[in-house]
């Protein structure tokens, strides 16, 4: 059942609810409205470009396992949001429907661990402008990338945990994890990072040696079998 006490002033079940247009979206907390909304398969906003700022997000629309279009979400107000894990998690989304999320502005957020968690239907990673982000822990885990490109693990993460784990079609790595892992010198946890990504076999591009400033020991990892548990195919670990 979800709660949609700060969207329109009392709580509301909506479980059973499938299409939802709203107009006028103007809530400063946003978080866990449209949760577990097991019915819901598309809801359109009309949001304009005054909406007062949002301070949370998390678990959004988590767990709305049948939602496959959120459109109108584009003019956020998002400079005050810190935390927005779990917000897609379990949803059908894929890089088509959520491309709305490249337009965001969030300055200041911190966590997007779980983010698309289990959106299976998301086959590329997506842009997102999150410069002070620190957890990104399982923020792709068990979707369904092919291949991963872009700022994987940018200089301000600590926490990238199971970032990939479970993508079982994933079979292609950049070629410069090894810049990656050198220049965060903030990163402290990659374990599970690839866990159980059954496609991969060459890992030659991740590196035994990180910046001697770096907290987090990636050889160890590697060796110890915590970035690549699970990963059968793997034959030069």
Not at 1 to 19: H, P, Q
Not at 109 to 130: A, G
Not at 166 to 186: A, E, R, V
Not at 216 to 230: C, F, G, S, T
């Amino acid at each position: 059942v979800g709660d949609c006490s700060s969207l329109f002033g009392t709580t509301m079940e909506i479980k059973n609810w499938e299409n939802i247009e709203i107009n006028g979206f103007y809530p400063s907390y946003a978080d866990r409205v449209f949760q577990s909304c097991v019915n819901l398969t598309s809801i359109s906003f009309n949001v304009d470009k005054k909406t007062l700022p949002v301070v949370e997000m998390d678990k959004m629309f988590s767990g709305c396992r049948n939602l496959i279009s959120v459109t109108g979400l584009e003019n956020l107000n998002l400079p005050a949001l810190k935390d927005i894990s779990f917000c897609f998690s379990g949803t059908k989304l894929n890089e088509s429907t959520l491309s709305f999320v490249e337009t965001w502005n969030m300055p200041n957020v911190e966590d997007t661990s779980y983010m698309f968690y289990r959106c299976s239907r998301l086959s590329k990673m997506l842009n997102i402008k999150t410069p002070k982000v620190q957890n990104i822990a399982q923020m792709y885990r068990n979707c369904n990338l092919t291949e991963v490109s872009g700022n994987l693990i940018p200089n301000t993460v600590t926490n990238a945990s199971g970032l990939f784990a479970g993508n079982k079609s994933l079979s292609k790595l950049p070629s410069d994890l090894t810049t990656i892992f050198n220049s965060n010198t903030n990163l402290t946890n990659v374990t599970d990072l690839f866990l159980n990504c059954e496609s991969l076999t060459n890992v030659d591009n991740i590196p035994l040696t990180v910046n001697e400033n770096a907290q987090v020991e990636v050889n160890e990892a590697k060796l110890d079998n915590q970035i690549l548990r699970y990963c059968p195919n793997v034959q030069n670990v």
